[in-house]
């Protein structure tokens, strides 16, 4: 579980650090005829790197299910860990004009292929190490180090422009953060080399039932869960990259407060997220999946509005107080969402199924996040526009969330996968 959960902060860090970069990123990558131009095309490089999930997914999902788990997540730390590098490396506008934007959406894509293997990969592997009863906090556990990376991402970027002046973080110091990146994969792949493959893998390859073609199997006959899994995915990952991604620009560019006090509330409110991850994931071995995702949406969908009005109030105590209303909510969902999709699929395709459903859920809702609320704003004039999309969404995932199977109590390996239909 611990490997698991140092992996996916490595991995993570390296991710979401270009969306903590993001203001100067556009300054030093884009023209500078007009600044919400290029913040929005920063943002639309930020959801480049989400296009490649779903073919990442159709690659490393049937991998996984075929060779295993472990070899998987060796690959895409190491496929994450060297874009993020050649992100710090790369020369500007000013030094090479129209290739440097063209050079960072490359970088991106490789980063979006990567993660697509990442999230759905570790849990996947810390799931059938679990104990059965406790399947839901081991895999919240490490999920949960998926909110660790923005806190680090973001008191990084703060200390770093607070000890150096404008002119040497525009000059170099923005690198930091992303060749930090190369180090830290290096240490995440030697953790994973370290460790076993999955039981229940283990098991399914000993039955001679590992999948031919994993994918087209779970097309074929799992279709309904695989809905079920991008309906899930849809708010998790919305909400993620709503606070991880997009509000730390939303409360500079649009509300005006300072960076310093946009950084550390932030950081507060994914603090309160991985902590409210970890209970959310605790109580559904007692209580059930459904149940504890239902009251997360709820909670958001009551909360949405008011933790934007507050986030928008321009003070540091409201903007702490509104993001934390959203991450309890978040967190709570988070929790029991990442073993919840898992289990609706059998061993010998849950790789393959999880991975493709989960990642074009987040091609579509996460990696739009910032650019959306960003766009939503500008075309209604409204400050609370995104809150308004994010509380549809929760109450349209709730409603398919209502029909998911109660799967806390089914054993992971699934009877197609030690014996023949």
Not at 22 to 48: C, G, Q, R
Not at 67 to 95: D, E, F, H, K, N
Not at 377 to 397: C, D, N, R
Request: charge should be positive; include cysteine.
């Amino acid at each position: 579980m611990s490997s698991a959960a140092i992996g996916q902060f490595v991995e993570w860090y390296d991710f979401v650090v270009y969306a903590y970069s993001a203001a100067i990123i556009a300054k030093l990558f884009f023209p500078n005829s007009d600044p919400t131009a290029a913040l929005l095309s920063t943002f639309a490089i930020y959801a480049v790197g989400f296009v490649m999930r779903p073919l990442g997914g159709f690659v490393f999902g049937p991998l996984g299910d075929r060779i295993g788990r472990r070899r998987v997540l060796s690959l895409v730390i190491l496929m994450m860990g060297a874009a993020t590098v050649c992100i710090g490396l790369l020369p500007t506008y000013s030094q090479i004009g129209i290739l440097a934007p063209i050079l960072l959406v490359i970088c991106r894509l490789i980063q979006g292929i990567s993660a697509a293997g990442e999230t759905v990969g570790s849990n996947s592997f810390v799931a059938e190490h679990a104990p059965s009863d406790r399947r839901g906090l081991y895999v919240a556990f490490t999920y949960s180090f998926a909110n660790l990376p923005p806190i680090v991402a973001a008191l990084l970027v703060l200390f770093l422009t607070n000890v150096l002046s404008g002119e040497a973080y525009a000059s170099w110091g923005w690198r930091i953060p992303f060749l930090i990146g190369g180090p830290l994969a290096l240490v995440g792949l030697y953790i994973r080399d370290k460790v076993e493959e999955s039981p229940a893998f283990k098991a399914t390859q000993a039955a001679k039932r590992v999948a031919a073609n994993p994918m087209l199997e779970a097309v074929r006959d799992q279709k309904q869960q695989m809905g079920f899994s991008f309906a899930l995915a849809a708010f998790s990952s919305l909400g993620f990259y709503t606070l991880a991604g997009y509000f730390v620009s939303y409360l500079t560019a649009t509300v005006g407060l300072n960076s310093n006090a946009a950084l550390v509330s932030n950081s507060i409110a994914l603090f309160t997220a991985f902590v409210m991850m970890i209970v959310g994931g605790h109580l559904s071995d007692r209580f059930g999946r459904k149940p504890i995702l239902l009251i997360g949406l709820i909670i958001n969908a009551a909360v949405c509005i008011p933790a934007y009005l507050l986030a928008a109030s321009g003070s540091l105590l409201t903007a702490i107080i509104g993001q934390s209303l959203l991450a309890i909510g978040c967190g709570l969902f988070w929790g029991p969402v990442g073993i919840a999709l898992l289990e609706l699929f059998p061993t010998r395709t849950r790789f393959s199924a999880s991975a493709i459903s989960y990642n074009l859920a987040y091609t579509i809702f996460g990696g739009t996040a910032p650019f959306l609320g960003t766009w939503l704003i500008l075309q209604s004039g409204s400050k609370i526009a995104p809150a308004i999309y994010m509380a549809v969404l929760s109450v349209a995932v709730l409603l398919v969330v209502s029909r998911i199977p109660e799967t806390y109590r089914k054993s992971l390996i699934h009877p197609e996968d030690v014996a023949a239909k």
